[in-house]
């Protein structure tokens, strides 16, 4: 049974993203790294128009309020094997697929140390270039692949 960040996991490497290195804290801060991936959202408005914007234009600096100005890598994510079942288990299926604090079990990660204590947080919800909630969301994921790569 696959999960479905294992899914899209599969789905990156198939069209040509290369898995990097989760973020490592030890001994010191290693960022991730792995295929850039631009992020598009897209819904339809209240006119049922279709609307887009860079995901990381919903994601605020809490510095400079100004929108996160990263993309995300393919950092990858784990797999941990539980010892009694033998069972591997994709780790970003905890909550980890796609984030703006740093997480070794991240499948999509930041690469800038941001942290995921609360009064270390560099990001924050632009909520007013999100749409209301309970609005459909689509979120399009596009690596950007070596110009060799994209040839295929």
């Not at 490592?24 to 209240?46: M, N, R, Y």
């Not at 697929?97 to 947080?121: H, K, M, R, W």
Request: net charge negative.
């Amino acid at each position: 049974v696959y999960s479905q960040a294992q899914v899209v996991h599969a789905a990156l490497l198939a069209i040509g993203a290369e898995t990097g290195q989760p973020v490592q804290w030890h001994p010191k801060f290693s960022p991730p790294t792995g295929t850039e991936i631009v992020i598009e959202a897209q819904w339809l408005d209240t006119a049922g128009k279709w609307q887009k914007i860079a995901a990381r234009e919903w994601v605020q600096d809490v510095d400079t309020d100004k929108p996160m100005q990263t993309n995300w890598v393919f950092a990858g994510s784990s797999f941990w094997q539980d010892k009694e079942t033998g069972e591997q288990i994709y780790q970003a299926e905890a909550g980890d697929f796609i984030c703006v604090s740093n997480f070794s079990t991240a499948t999509l990660d930041i690469p800038t140390e941001s942290s995921q204590v609360y009064d270390g947080l560099l990001f924050a919800a632009n909520t007013k270039k999100i749409p209301p909630l309970g609005t459909p969301v689509r979120l399009v994921l596009k690596p950007k692949l070596k110009k060799a790569q994209a040839a295929k």
